[in-house]
């Protein structure tokens, strides 16, 4: 019965097939005949009022099931096509709330509902542009046209698309249906952090591929192999590259739980992966952007940081109520605003200097500047902590300095090792008999009737089993290694690794 029966909660839902002769409606009142004396076996009940009969799709969390996949619900749609214009951020707030819970029907819906999440920024002043009633507009459309979603199938492979561009990161799962048709199964994309914006564009289409497989790990992980597609050609070596940043070292833990392979689609054959991010009003914007000094994200930084903005604005409107920790309270006469930067004073003698939010790439931004750039030189850790605390202050900077340098990859790679090099450690135990073997050759022993002065001894490492090959002193490396096979080889089967001195024999090419 579960082949065409599913449960869910208090709900029954069955579907049928045409099969074995028989029309689907055939089938399907025979499938609902079974279902019904089962519940009447059991005494279970059904409110009439709430059932729905030969129905080619059905309505279930807040979605419509059929056989064609999944679509969302009209009326929820027609809820956001007809919601006035927003006149505060508390009716925007809402709009978008009920706008996101669709969202996976949308390629594009991080990008277009950018205007509008920027007038929720805390502090931002709210004014409803012609850009944000575009927005707006353009994200009731998309809505309006969404495809119908296809139901995943776990039987047959899956394909994703991702692509990143300067404000969003996009992607989409993909599955090709009995018919041969690719479809996509779900659409999710978010906007960049201010942080990951500075990224380079290799590192966005990395987080990009990152972003869909926590999206879609259910789908994905433990699964068959299966391809990811991107217009960034660098990516399908990105995993085995030996020049990785600490933030790919980080990375590529998590990706190694994955069983997929990198397929690289230009631009123009790859279509659905470039609109799912790229609109051509918004390409401008960035061009400002890159001339954006690190004093200009540090003060963009701080409005994502709890603690710090409250302090922003505690000093830039004094008399304006604030609410502070007691510990910021104690130090605010430390603290000041310059041109939008928090400057702390740690001592009263001492410059003040400027406050990097809590932010981790912001501060392995810094961090790099002092250390890694051709002017700096790789210095050590003591200058290199010097040279920071000049001109910046975070807590525990010291910690943050020290780790910097020592798991710096350039430093590591040519500078010499502080400390003489580690003794000769003791080899891994085997993990069964005769799979590792010591071989060792003595001489100057008395000769036996066939001119033999010398043994060729084999001793397993595990049982310290030991056989024995008598050999003459003009035995070469061919001969020694016809008594593995006649010796060992023969009585205990292959060898995975052998364990020897360095004699001729046993390092000259032959071996």
């Known amino acids: ?39 009447r076996e ?23 099931l059929g056989k064609d996949g999944v679509r969302e619900d009209p009326e929820k749609v027609c809820a956001i096509a007809q919601w006035p214009v927003s006149v505060s951020q508390k009716d925007l707030r809402k709009w978008l709330g ?56 776990e039987d047959r492979p899956f394909g994703v698309v991702c692509d990143a561009s300067d404000f969003a990161i996009d992607c989409a799962l993909l599955q090709v249906d009995a018919e041969g048709r690719e479809r996509v199964v779900s659409f999710q994309s978010r906007q960049l952090k201010a942080a990951e914006k500075n990224y380079p564009v290799h590192d966005k289409e990395l ?37 990785l940043s600490q933030r790919m070292a980080r990375w590529l833990s998590f990706f190694a ?20 991010s790229r609109r051509p009003d918004y390409e ?23 603690d710090l903005a409250g302090l922003v604005e505690a000093l830039s409107a004094p008399n304006k109520a604030v609410e502070l920790k007691a510990r910021q309270r104690s130090r605010l006469h430390r603290y000041s605003v310059v041109e939008g930067l928090l400057y702390y004073q740690v001592d009263g003698g001492d410059e003040p200097r400027i406050v990097v939010p809590n932010d981790e790439d912001l501060r392995h931004r810094v961090l790099y500047e002092a250390h890694d750039t051709p002017l700096r030189g790789h210095l050590g850790r003591e200058k290199t902590y010097t040279s920071v605390t000049r001109n910046f202050w975070w807590s525990h900077m010291y910690k943050w300095v020290r780790k910097s ?35 060792d050759l003595i001489f100057e022993l008395p000769a036996d009737a066939r001119g033999h002065t010398g043994i060729l001894v084999f001793v397993c490492r595990l049982s310290k089993m030991v056989r024995l090959a008598a050999v003459r002193k003009s035995v070469t490396a061919p001969q020694a290694a016809q008594l593995v096979v006649d010796i060992v080889f023969r009585n205990h089967g292959l060898l995975e690794a052998f364990v020897s001195d360095r004699d001729p024999r046993f390092v000259s090419h032959f071996w």
Not at 19 to 28: P, R, T
Not at 217 to 240: C, E, M, N, W
Not at 284 to 306: F, V
């Open 284 to 306: 401008l914007a960035h061009l400002a952007y890159l001339d954006s000094p690190l004093y200009e994200l540090i003060r963009e930084a701080y409005a994502d940081d709890d």
């Open 405 to 439: 340098v020592q798991t710096c990859e350039t430093c590591q790679r040519v500078k010499p090792a502080p400390s003489a090099s580690a003794p000769l450690m003791s080899l891994p135990v085997p993990a069964d008999c005769w799979r590792s073997v010591r071989m």
């Open 207 to 243: 987080l990009a591929m990152k972003y869909a497989l926590v999206k879609f790990r259910v789908h994905l992980l433990g699964q068959k192999p299966f391809v990811i597609y991107t217009d960034h050609a660098s990516l399908r070596t990105a995993t085995s590259s030996p020049h």
């Open 98 to 153: 009920l706008a996101n819970y669709l969202h996976k029907y949308s390629a594009n819906y991080a990008e277009m509902a950018r205007p509008l999440t920027n007038l929720l920024k805390k502090d931002a002043v709210w004014s409803w542009t012609s850009e944000a009633q575009q927005a707006s507009e353009a994200i009731k459309s998309s809505l309006q046209s969404a495809p119908i979603l296809a139901l995943p199938d």
């Open 257 to 276: 739980e994955y069983n997929f392979t990198v397929e690289c689609k230009p631009e123009k054959q790859n279509v659905l992966a470039d609109a799912l």
């Open 42 to 64: 059991n005494r279970l009940y059904a409110n009439i009022n709430k059932c729905i009969f030969g129905a080619d799709e059905v309505p279930f969390l807040g979605c419509f």
């Open 1 to 39: 019965m579960r082949q065409f029966v599913q449960t869910y909660f208090d709900d029954i839902f069955v579907h049928s097939r045409a099969s074995e002769g028989k029309m689907a409606v055939e089938a399907h009142l025979g499938h609902l005949r079974e279902v019904l004396l089962c519940m």
